[in-house]
């Protein structure tokens, strides 16, 4: 509670409040109401070590900062800190780790943050294991006494399944491992890991926070202050720091989330009974269904069931290439969470290095697309979709 003018406490500030707000006032030097692109690599000090707490941009930047905070209210963390990606912020939190020690993983995590994991990490001595962390007891048992970390990511990609952060942060008390979810899916919007028992969030600010497709951000969340100090550490040791302007992109995006978020489930939600109904479709994964297997825990986990969806086509690989080359609303594209809809093949695309044997098995079909469903008018986006799977038929 802080006090209002009229010295009469005012509430807690909202989310939408934070998002707009918070990590930000307007610029004393002018009164700017929106944080300034600080192009600066250097600061003038009054004399060795006194100085106005920056002294070099890659140690700290004042439009960093602006956008560390904010997220850091968002996710409702006491700490944050921002990466040229959402890459870099997940190498920061293993780059916190030592040889020998083991992470215990979903298995079917973002393709990038399972190639860091085993064709880069595991090269000095970081051991991984994937399990299917929706099943409680095969995360219970992929604990080994080396296990440091627990890293989840629900929903996941692309199949949207999703796990019990709660339980699983018991788990990982218990064994005294850490837990780290990325949020990159959900947003702070829809889901905040910390509040669930999460150690650490992560984030791809390349996708809903940032919003609108242009710029790749990456960020790391944590009420932990000894983990935090770890963090900031490797941030300035390692380097991967964004810029200026890819901040202030990232800060602008984020005043919107919650407004963007609401559409994106709004319509999400439309298109995915859309698709259920639909004669030519097999299956539909989105975890606002009933039918969808994760669907009771996503409704007390989450507050909105967010704006990814991935379905199955009857028919063949080239029939789902031929539909989702068909389209003219959705973009054939990787990435998501911006205010445009795209659409994707993971067989051909995100998944495509993966064996078809080991895709199959992970319930990856060949006919399976992913949609990241934007904030256009609904019966355009529905209308769109009709149209090229019309369209796909015809070889
Ligand atoms: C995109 C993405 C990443 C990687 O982020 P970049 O900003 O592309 O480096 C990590 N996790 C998830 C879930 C993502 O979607």
């Known amino acids: 509670m802080s006090p209002g003018s009229d010295g009469q406490k005012l509430p807690e500030p909202g989310f939408a409040t934070l998002a707009v707000h918070a990590g930000q006032a307007p610029d004393p030097a002018t009164g700017a109401i929106m944080t300034p692109v600080y192009l600066t690599s250097t600061y003038v000090q009054e004399r060795p070590e006194k100085h106005k707490g920056f002294d070099y941009a890659r140690t700290a930047h004042p ?15 006491a700490f944050g800190l921002c990466f040229s990606s959402g890459m870099a912020a997940t190498s920061t939190v293993i780059e916190a780790l030592n040889p020998g020690d083991h992470v215990l993983c979903s298995n079917d995590l973002y393709g990038g943050t399972y190639r860091v994991f085993t064709k880069v990490f595991a090269r000095f001595g970081v051991a991984f294991s994937f399990v299917d962390a929706t099943d409680l007891s095969a995360v219970e048992a ?51 890991p910390l509040s669930m028992g999460a150690d650490i969030v992560v984030h791809s600010t390349t996708k809903y926070l940032g919003g609108h497709s242009d710029v790749v951000g990456g960020a ?32 602008r995006g984020a005043k919107t989330l919650p407004l ?5 489930c709004e319509n999400a939600g439309i298109v995915a009974k859309h698709l259920l109904a639909h004669p030519e479709v097999a299956k539909v994964h989105y975890p606002g269904l009933p039918t969808h297997p ?23 690989m080239e029939r789902a290439k031929r539909m989702i ?66 369209a796909s038929l015809r070889p």
Not at 66 to 77: D, T, V, Y
Request: proline share 4%.
């Open 63 to 77: 439009t960093r900062l602006a956008l560390e905070r904010n997220l850091a209210a968002l996710e409702g963390a």
């Open 142 to 192: 992929g604990f080994t006494p080396k296990t440091k970390l627990v890293w989840l990511e629900t929903p996941s990609n692309p199949l949207l399944r999703i796990c019990d952060i709660r339980e699983i942060a018991k788990l990982a008390r218990r064994k005294k491992a850490r837990l780290c979810v990325d949020n990159t899916f959900a947003s702070p919007a829809l889901q905040q």
């Open 220 to 251: 790391v969340l944590t009420n932990n202050q000894a983990l935090h100090q770890e963090y900031k550490f490797l941030q300035n040791a390692v380097g991967a720091v964004p810029g200026p302007l890819d901040c202030f992109l990232i800060l």
């Open 260 to 264: 963007r978020m609401r559409a994106h």
């Open 294 to 316: 994760g669907h009771e825990i996503a409704k007390w986990q989450m507050s909105g069931f967010g704006g990814m969806i991935s379905f199955e086509l009857k028919g063949d």
């Open 325 to 390: 080359s068909s389209c003219k609303v959705f973009s054939l594209a990787e990435s998501l969470g911006g205010v445009e809809s795209l659409i994707g093949h993971p067989a051909s695309m995100t998944h495509g290095s993966i064996p078809r044997e080991e895709r199959l098995k992970a319930g990856l079909s060949d006919g399976l697309i992913r949609l990241s469903v934007g904030i256009e008018t609904v019966e355009d986006l529905t209308a769109d979709l009709d149209s090229a799977i019309t």
